[in-house]
T-cell receptor
Framework: DTGVSQDPRHKITKRGQNVTFRCDPI?????LYWYRQTLGQGPEFLTY????????KSRLLSDRFSAERPKGSFSTLEIQRTEQGDSAMYLC?????????????FGQGTRLTVV | GQNIDQPTEMTATEGAIVQINCTYQ??????LFWYQQHAGEAPTFLSY????GLEEKGRFSSFLSRSKGYSYLLLKELQMKDSASYLC???????????FGRGTSLIVHP
């Protein structure tokens, strides 16, 4: 396994369009997280899955954002009616339930630019 | 909620030692992580502390004081490649979700 994979790496879209990002976590990891990061800031939590269940969602998350993890493996994050303020790096991370540290491993991210 | 505070930027000289501090205010503390992030890349895990004390891993060490809500990351024998952002993240309240500070941008110069 080569780690957390995200696709695409870059996306440029026009305001008002819908976009969908994909994340493939490390295969034995049950937990999957989506974060958003803007320049000069730390990652900001968006949502969290344990297996296929979406257990937490940030209160800051607009209803234009939706995420799924249908079979408890890969996950998708969709943004509808994109706005310029959605421009950011979208990071996916995964971690295992087993083990003392349970640190999260991050993918390379999808950089979204809304024009 | 959680409040995590780190200096925005630090500079240091190649070969020197630098300490990056992180203070936090949270209920139900459940662990603190340090990550390194180079520009345009994903954060990579450096260390994890859940008990008080110092954890050493090569040139990097991390310290935690739960009673003071304080941690630091110590980088020794600095190299140019250590120029990066260093992110402090805290888990609390029974949540599995790390909450990140804004990060400290470290610039190492010759």
């Amino acid at each position: 396994d080569t780690g957390v994979s995200q696709d695409p790496r870059h996306k440029i879209t026009k305001r008002g369009q819908n976009v969908t990002f994909r994340c493939d976590p490390i295969s034995e990891h049950n937990r999957l997280y989506w974060y958003r990061q803007t320049l000069g800031q730390g990652p900001e939590f968006l949502t969290y899955f344990q297996n296929e269940a979406q257990l937490e969602k940030s209160r800051l998350l607009s209803d234009r954002f939706s995420a799924e993890r249908p079979k408890g493996s890969f996950s998708t994050l969709e943004i509808q009616r994109t706005e310029q303020g959605d421009s950011a790096m979208y990071l996916c991370a995964s971690s295992s339930i087993v083990g003392p540290n349970t640190e999260a491993f991050f993918g390379q991210g999808t950089r979204l630019t809304v024009v | 909620g959680q409040n995590i505070d780190q200096p925005t930027e630090m500079t240091a000289t190649e070969g020197a030692i630098v300490q990056i501090n992180c203070t936090y205010q949270t209920s139900g503390f459940n662990g603190l992580f340090w990550y390194q992030q180079h520009a345009g890349e994903a954060p990579t895990f450096l260390s994890y502390n859940v008990l008080d004390g110092l954890e050493e891993k090569g040139r990097f060490s991390s310290f935690l004081s739960r009673s003071k809500g304080y941690s630091y990351l110590l980088l020794k024998e600095l190299q140019m490649k250590d120029s990066a952002s260093y992110l402090c993240a805290v888990k609390s309240g029974g949540s599995y979700i790390p909450t990140f500070g804004r990060g400290t941008s470290l610039i190492v110069h010759p």
